[in-house]
């Protein structure tokens, strides 16, 4: 069983051109339980922040929520990851993860939100709302 905590608010994700420098604002004041994550590619510079936060010129989907997995985590404890996806995509609820040092996120359609935490539920999961 995993406790996973669904953090406030809704969530963008975001892809700018390559070699696009981060707007500041993405960083702002981070609340307590606010993330926000960058990845830089060849392809693009892809942004996962509050919507609010959404950088202007990108390409923009909206409207996701984020699950956090209750940690830290080991680093050497393997399955976690698998152990949420699964029951998601059992239930057809679209997922974009990814992982910090300390523990894993994922984002869920708001409009899939009551599907997906029953799915997790379903599958021994505590969910913090």
């Not at 892809?46 to 699950?67: K, Q, Y």
């Not at 993860?97 to 300390?102: E, G, K, L, R, W």
Request: hydrophobic residues 45%; aromatic residues 4%; charged residues 20%.
């Amino acid at each position: 069983m995993l406790d996973v905590a669904l953090l406030p608010g809704a969530y963008a994700v975001c892809r700018l051109p390559a070699g696009t420098v981060v707007p500041p604002h993405i960083w702002g004041d981070l609340g307590d339980r606010d993330v926000v994550t960058v990845s830089w590619t060849a392809d693009g510079v892809s942004v996962i922040c509050p919507a609010e936060r959404a950088p202007t010129g990108a390409d923009v989907e909206t409207e996701w929520r984020c699950l956090r997995l209750v940690g830290p985590l080991d680093a050497a404890v393997t399955g976690t990851l698998a152990a949420l996806v699964d029951p998601l995509a059992r239930a057809r609820v679209n997922v974009v993860a990814f992982s910090t040092y300390d523990t894993d996120h994922l984002l869920v359609p708001a409009v899939r939100l009551a599907e997906a935490t029953s799915a997790l539920e379903r599958a021994g999961h505590r969910v913090q709302r």
